[in-house]
């Protein structure tokens, strides 16, 4: 079974910086789209952010545009997918997830591939 693994959270004062890591599977890593995702309790999962295949194409939600860059890993030998994280706030506390899948879906639906997500805390 395909697992994506994402690292990097933790616990920051508002107006920090974080940045999450997302590791993904070899075989797929070239020809996916990488998205971020967040959720919190008792509200939809939310698409922050994703990223093309060879890093053609980026798409940042209204609410992380200007703070937050995704990017490709330029070292071949490591399969991974940042997400930077600057000036947080409050509203930015949430389950961080990666996902994979041929196609950069709008919706966060139908994503092929998920990782076990990592918490992310910002306090005022």
């Known amino acids: 079974q395909v697992r994506l693994v994402e690292s990097g959270g933790g616990s920051v004062q508002a107006g920090g910086s974080l940045r999450l890591s997302c590791l993904v599977p070899g075989h797929i890593y070239s020809r996916a789209c990488i998205g971020w995702f967040r959720q919190t309790p008792g509200k939809e999962r939310e698409k922050v952010a994703s990223i093309g295949a060879g890093g053609v194409g980026t798409y940042y939600a209204d609410s992380v545009k200007g703070r937050f860059t995704i990017s490709r890993s330029q070292d071949n030998a490591e399969n991974a997918v940042s997400l930077q994280m600057n000036e947080v706030t409050p509203e930015d506390t949430a389950t961080y997830y990666c996902?994979?899948?041929?196609?950069?879906?709008?919706?966060?639906?139908?994503?092929?591939?998920w990782g076990q997500g990592t918490q992310v805390t910002v306090s005022s």
């Open positions: 996902a994979a899948d041929l196609l950069c879906r709008i919706s966060t639906k139908n994503w092929s591939y």
